[in-house]
């Protein structure tokens, strides 16, 4: 079972690597697109890291338990249950940074060489990466669901066709969108490596 999760975490790790090389293109995305990349992501990771990763943590040895006893029907209650409190944390969580992008990043980091130029940029990227929030932590919830049902490896397959999708996104979205477009084809392949667990979730173990 680890091998797969193994190959999973270096997908995610080969959307920063994508992210990065298109952001280094600055005659078409701009100047400091790198850093704007880099800050916004630490941003928007933090509520993901205490919430969405904690849940998904939490709930996975509970999930097994019930998986290895077959009781499908804790096992719905307390996935269902998971996900409905990552978003309930996260949907908010989302909003403040969409709605306060701008003055979050000009208060953290807007001194010195980080100039207003560096807070729009990545004030811009914040505020797509935000609206994908709730996919992303939806997604470890999701994951740790098919973990307990010993199942490495469609996780796997999702995360490396949401890996081609960002991919293609970023190469066209970059173009009129710059920095912006980058984290929004971040966001849309997020959303749709949730929406294609979430279907082959449901498929697999019934309704919820």
Not at 110 to 116: I, N, P, V
Not at 140 to 168: E, R
Not at 182 to 199: D, G, K, P, Q, R
Request: charged share 10%; net charge positive.
């Amino acid at each position: 079972l680890l091998l797969p999760r193994v190959v999973g975490s270096s997908i995610y790790q080969l959307n920063v690597f994508v992210n990065t090389i298109f952001a280094s293109l600055a005659v078409i995305v701009g100047e400091g697109a790198i850093a704007a990349i880099y800050y916004s992501n630490r941003l928007w990771q933090f509520p993901l890291a205490i919430f969405g990763t904690a849940f998904s943590q939490v709930m996975l040895p509970t999930l097994s338990e019930h998986a290895v006893k077959e009781d499908i029907e804790k096992f719905k209650e307390t996935f269902s249950f998971s996900l409905r409190s990552v978003f309930f944390i996260t949907v908010p969580a989302s909003v403040g940074l969409i709605v306060l992008a701008t003055p979050i990043v000009r208060a953290l980091f807007e001194r010195g060489s980080f100039d207003s130029y560096s807070t729009e940029i990545t004030s811009t990227a914040l505020f797509y990466y935000s609206i994908g929030l709730c996919a992303y932590a939806g997604v470890k919830v999701v994951v740790s669901a098919f973990y307990s049902l010993k199942d490495t490896v469609t996780p796997v397959k999702a995360a490396f066709i949401a890996l081609i999708l960002n991919v293609i996104l970023s190469a066209i979205l970059m173009f009129p969108m710059k920095v912006g477009g980058l984290a929004l084809a971040t966001t849309i392949s997020s959303a749709a490596n949730f929406a294609v667990l979430f279907y082959l979730l449901r498929k697999k173990i019934g309704p919820f």
